[in-house]
């Protein structure tokens, strides 16, 4: 183990190399440009063997579709619009089973232009059929990455790693990087079972008509679904060699506690703060970090959270309906297959803090009172009027 | 797991002019065998140049391409029954 003090998405450079990567395509956006010359600067130091310099990040995701079909370990990054642009090869990536990994530095998406963070970016790309990892600190990120490759070539499915976008990206803290003897051990070589080589030729991501379509969509789903079962082994082999152990959500002080906090990315770190605050005071409350969204841990949310009072805190929206995050949580608490409505809790939703507007402290001591109330709650947090030079 | 790859060259095996709609009839007598209908074919299947055309129906679309660019309207696209 090696302590580094340095900038989140810089470290990932260094954990990148760890993992053996042998592609990397990236077009550079804020907030992860500091990675894409960090993977720049390794491939000119020798230490990765491919870079290919694209001219979109349509194109980048592109490269790697082809370059993890002949069986290569491959990288990206981006965010935000460039996420976005991403979108058509995202359904393709995962559609043709290639476990491309890609580092995502959330971001808030036009229009107004705005660089800063919200999870805007990667909520709406949460029906690709990829992997989101969602990181509450860079120590998080750092542990992510190499089990994200692991878990995408054992299961054959693209993985996001999603870090806050300058909350994490340009923190500069102390992070613990696992040495490469370590890494090598965990994260074998890749072996695509069927890659695409001139000797055997192969189409891929082939035309499926009527007959066919509907089969490789259900499979996809089924194994999506299933993938489960492999992020819980994974996170529990990398505490077993770091001590840092990770599964499918983070429950802090959960057990009984009477109302609850679920969210995603660096926001949680603050609710666990918060929760150790109130905890002293006698208030029963603890923090829930929802720490894989996709494939959506429905099983687990529901026996940490029956019965109790919930809120649901997301940076995001869905614009004309209710807040994505909470709709997945409600649902996996009200249709019971078979679980009693005793263990119906009362669910309330939290959106808002987009764009950079970071939720402090006090929002969420805000938020825990408001919970207390029998009725659910449902509103913006952050929410303030803003003088316009109208 | 389901991965959506195929053989190199299936095409030969999978016949794609099935899904047609209108299918060309040629009348010889009536053909000048001046090779534009085999150069605009965007399939490729209506023969070799200066000769009368000799389509192959597994992969034509019936697209009429060939119909609408005969200088002697020697073409007829004609409705193909279920």
Not at chain 1, 45 to 64: C, H, M, N, R, W
Not at chain 2, 43 to 72: F, Q, R
């Amino acid at each position: 183990m090696v302590v580094v003090t340095k900038e989140g998405a810089r470290a990932l450079g260094d954990v990148a190399v760890n993992c053996s990567v042998e592609v990397c395509a990236c077009y550079p956006i804020t907030p992860t440009t500091h990675l894409t010359e960090e993977l720049a600067k390794q491939y000119a130091d020798g230490k990765i063997p491919q870079y290919i310099t694209v001219e979109s990040e349509f194109s980048a995701l592109s490269a790697l579709v082809g370059a993890s079909a002949t069986g290569t370990r491959t990288l990206t990054t981006t965010g935000g619009q460039g996420l976005l642009l991403m979108h058509e090869v995202l359904h393709s990536a995962a559609g043709m089973r290639l476990p491309i990994v890609m580092v995502v530095g959330n971001r808030a998406v036009s229009s107004p232009l705005n660089i800063w963070n919200d999870e805007q970016d990667t909520i709406s790309q949460r029906d690709t059929g990829w992997i989101q990892i969602y990181c509450k600190s860079n120590q998080d990120a750092a542990d992510s990455l190499p089990q994200a490759f692991r878990i995408a070539e054992t299961v054959m499915l693209p993985v996001m790693v999603c870090i806050d976008g300058h909350f994490l990206t340009h923190n500069v803290e102390q992070i613990d990087i696992a040495d490469k003897h370590h890494v090598d051990k965990f994260l074998p070589k890749f072996r695509h079972p069927l890659p695409l080589d001139p000797e055997n030729p192969v189409s891929v991501g082939v035309y499926a008509n009527p007959t066919h379509y509907q089969m490789f969509r259900e499979d996809l789903m089924n194994d999506l679904n299933e993938s489960k079962k492999v992020i819980k082994e994974v996170g529990e082999e990398w505490g077993k060699i770091t001590g840092r152990e990770y599964g499918l959500v983070n429950a802090y002080k959960c057990k009984d506690a009477e109302r609850i906090i679920v969210g995603l990315g660096s926001v949680m770190d603050n609710a666990i703060s918060v929760v150790d605050e109130l905890r002293e005071k006698g208030e029963k409350v603890g923090a829930l970090h929802l720490r894989i969204y996709r494939p959506f841990p429905a099983e687990e949310l529901r026996e940490l959270l029956a019965g109790k009072k919930v809120a649901v805190l997301e940076r995001n929206i869905s614009l004309g309906a209710a807040a994505p995050v909470y709709v997945d949580i409600f649902e996996a608490l009200n249709v019971h297959n078979g679980h009693s409505k005793e263990h119906a809790a009362v669910i309330s939703s939290f959106y808002g803090g987009l764009g950079g507007r970071g939720i402090k402290r006090s929002d969420i001591k805000g938020i825990f009172e408001k919970i207390k109330s029998k009725n659910p709650v449902k509103e913006w947090v952050c929410s303030k009027p803003v003088a316009t030079n109208a | 797991m389901l991965i959506p790859y195929a053989k190199a060259g299936s095409t030969v095996q999978i016949k794609t002019g099935d899904w047609k709609a209108f299918m060309p009839l040629v009348t010889a007598e009536k053909c000048i065998k001046c090779g534009i209908c085999q150069n605009f074919c965007p399939e490729g299947i209506m023969g070799k140049a200066g000769l009368v055309p000799d389509i192959d129906y597994d992969y034509c679309k019936g697209c009429s391409i060939c119909a609408n660019e005969c200088p002697v309207k020697c073409i007829d696209m004609k409705r193909v029954e279920d």
